[in-house]
């Protein structure tokens, strides 16, 4: 029997970012979806909703009850709302270099509730952020969940933890007569494991290291380690103790195998991974999130932005390396997430890396795959996130047209749910 159902326009109404849709049952058609763990197009979906959570995913007519709430999506193809592992919500692409020395804690956690709305509408209802000046990014958080302000959901890690001096921790940037030490600088076995549990105290989800230099961090170098393995090994071990993975910066060779080594989750970066860290990483199932997008915005807008004359010349170097290291890892076989580094570039345009993930080795699917099925996966939430499937969280976002064919649609997300609540539906 074809039931009534309400045009998709008038869901208009339950607009809003404040408004969360409670519907008890809602039903919601389109005319394609994104199958990301196959990599395949399902057509005419039919997905039901129970209270956030998708209870039914099924094709053809949709069998709909009296006082279902019904969503057509015509023209759409709907895929799991997009993850983006590696942003730094309570930072501005605008502020680089020695602008951030004028930037409160408090100033970023409001920088942070704007960019989390941009990062929501552009269509990633879940990010990681990693990295935040005190636990700003906690309260946001936890802000977002409690339904006070719009965003993705949120896995947090607080301030980095890294070496004095080091990319995840100093900023370098003053002289020493300033004092200036980084919350996370911590030497040594027992001082890193008592920075992972001071974090773990406040409620992070995970931990953020260093364990090479970095190209923004005024006088590192991307290629030098940072840590000990020793001290590296200290840090995942407490960390995991407590339920909680770590993500390890690094660009250098060395570093990278270091992280993995000590049993990282994720490596961030990985810009100059050898052959070794790629079997390793394979062997150890570790992840990597490689941020390639990146270095066309630093090297475009970062002199304007503040952005110091020797990361520029980083750069230079790092993002050539990166790209080619991205197509040998993805390659190889080796497990990929995306992640961004926004807020170095701006927060919305997370999903312009897409088409670059696409430009140096995956296909689309494998693209749209490591933006969702992946990063649940390393987020260790496989099943709740990241697919469109009975027991998941009802993330939802919508493109008019086929992203496997287009990987550019997701720049332009037409449609975003998550948990059931649509904030965006154009
Ligand atoms: N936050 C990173 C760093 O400072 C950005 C690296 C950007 N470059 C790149 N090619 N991905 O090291």
Known sequence: MKLPTIAFAITASFLASSVTLRAETVVLTADAMVDVETGR?????????????????????????????????????????????????TGKATDQGYRRLQISHERAAI?????????????????????????????????????DVPGPRLYVSGPSIGITGGH???????PEEYGLVGEGVADGPWAVRAKVRRNIKYDVDLIKTCSTGGVLSKGTKVGAPQYTLEELTALVEEAHSH???????????????????????????????????IRLAKEKGTFLSMDIYNT???????????????????????????????????????????????????HGDNANQLSRMVRFGMTEAQALRAATFNAADALGQKGNIGVIAPGASADIIAVAGNPLSEIGLLE?????MKQGAIYKSD
């Not at 053809?60 to 919500?89: C, Q, R, S, W």
């Not at 929501?120 to 000046?133: E, I, S, W």
């Not at 332009?412 to 975003?416: A, H, L």
């Open 41 to 89: 197009l399902v057509s005419d979906p039919v997905i039901t909703i129970v209270d956030g959570e998708i209870t039914d995913v099924s094709r053809g007519e949709a069998a709909v009850a009296e006082g279902d709430t019904v969503i057509n999506l015509t023209g759409m193809t709907i895929l799991p709302g997009l993850i983006d592992m590696h942003v730094h919500l």
């Open 111 to 147: 920088t942070g509730v704007v960019n989390a709305k941009k990062t929501l509408m552009a269509g990633f209802t879940t990010a990681r952020n990693v990295g935040a000046p005190s636990f700003s990014d906690v309260a946001l958080r936890d802000a977002i969940a409690e339904g």
């Open 168 to 174: 995840c921790s100093d900023n370098n940037l003053l």
């Open 243 to 277: 339920g909680r993975k770590v993500a390890s910066h690094a660009h250098g060779t060395e570093g990278i195998l270091n992280a993995i080594k000590a049993g990282a989750d994720t490596i961030e970066h990985s810009s100059f991974i050898d052959d070794e860290g």
């Open 296 to 346: 066309e915005y630093i090297l475009g807008e970062g002199e304007k932005a503040g952005i110091l004359q020797e990361s520029l010349d980083k750069e230079r170097v790092v993002g050539t390396r990166q790209r080619d290291s991205f197509r040998r890892a993805h390659e190889a076989g080796v497990k990929m997430v995306f992640g961004s580094d926004a807020g170095v570039y701006p």
């Open 412 to 416: 332009d997300v037409r449609f975003v």
